[in-house]
C-alpha cells in the first residue's frame, strides 16, 4: 500500500457531505448509533434525538424521535446492544446528563423510545459512558467516583473512589476497568492526571454498592 503525503492535501481522499440534520437548539455533546443503525445525538438543550439514515442516493435522512426526558445537558450516549434488557429486543441506548443521573431506553424501529431504567446514585452530572465485560454499565460523572451498575436489577453494585473531579471510562476485555481523571485544583492551576487501571472482581465477588468488586491496581500513569 502506497503511504500517503499527510501534509499534502491534495494526495488525500476527500468525503463528501451527504446531508446537515437540524433539530438540536443546543450544542450537540454526545453522540451513538443503536442497534436499529439510527444516529443517536444528545445535547445541551437537554434532548436526545434520533436520526434515520438512509444510503446515499435514497430517502433523504431525517429526524424520527426525539426524547423530552432530562432535566439538564445530556452529556454522554452509549449503544444498549439488543438482548441486555428484556425491555429491549432491538436494543436501545443509555444517556448520561448534567441532572446526575443515567437512563436506558429502548429504541424499535417505527415506535417511540421507551426509559427502561432511571440510574440514580450519582452526586454529580454524569458525562462518561462504558461498559464492562459481563454486561455491566459503568458511568463516570463529576462527583468523583465512577460507579458499576447491574443494568437489569438497575442497581449499584460497586464504587471505583478516589478520582479528583470527572471521570472517564472505559471496560476492557480482560474485565478490568480503565478511569481517567480531570485532575485537582492547586491554586490557580489544575494538576494530576491519572490514568488508573482497576482489577476486577473475582468471580462472584463485588456488589453491595461497595468499593470492595474493583480495586486500583498498584501502579497510577499520572499526567501533570
Given at each position: ?65 426525539v426524547v423530552l ?91 471505583l473512589r478516589g ?62
Amino acid at each position: 500500500m502506497a503511504a500517503m503525503d499527510v501534509d499534502n492535501p491534495d494526495s488525500q481522499p476527500e468525503f463528501v457531505l451527504r446531508a446537515e440534520l437540524r433539530g438540536h437548539e443546543g450544542q450537540i455533546r454526545a453522540i451513538c448509533v443503536a442497534p436499529n443503525g439510527e444516529i443517536i445525538t444528545g445535547a445541551m438543550d437537554a434532548t436526545v434525538r434520533r436520526w434515520r439514515l438512509a444510503p446515499a442516493g435514497g430517502i433523504p435522512p431525517e429526524e424520527v424521535g426525539v426524547v423530552l426526558d432530562h432535566d439538564h445537558w445530556v452529556n454522554a450516549l452509549l449503544a444498549l446492544p439488543a438482548g441486555v434488557l428484556e425491555e429491549c429486543p432491538e436494543g436501545g441506548f443509555v444517556t448520561g446528563c448534567l441532572d446526575k443521573r443515567a437512563r436506558a431506553y429502548s429504541c424499535p424501529t417505527g415506535a417511540e423510545a421507551t426509559r427502561v431504567r432511571l440510574l440514580d446514585g450519582h452526586d454529580g452530572g454524569v458525562i462518561s459512558l462504558a461498559w464492562a465485560a459481563g454486561g455491566a454499565l459503568i458511568p463516570g460523572s463529576w462527583d468523583g467516583p465512577a460507579r458499576r451498575w447491574d443494568l437489569a436489577r438497575g442497581s449499584c453494585v460497586a464504587t471505583l473512589r478516589g478520582h479528583e473531579n470527572g471521570v472517564c471510562v472505559l471496560g476492557l476485555p480482560s474485565g478490568d476497568v480503565a478511569t481517567g481523571s480531570t485532575g485537582r485544583p492547586a491554586g490557580s492551576a489544575v494538576v494530576g492526571f491519572p490514568l488508573r487501571l482497576w482489577d476486577a472482581p473475582l468471580k462472584g465477588g463485588g456488589g453491595g454498592g461497595s468499593s470492595a468488586g474493583l480495586q486500583p491496581r498498584g501502579a497510577q500513569a499520572d499526567h501533570h
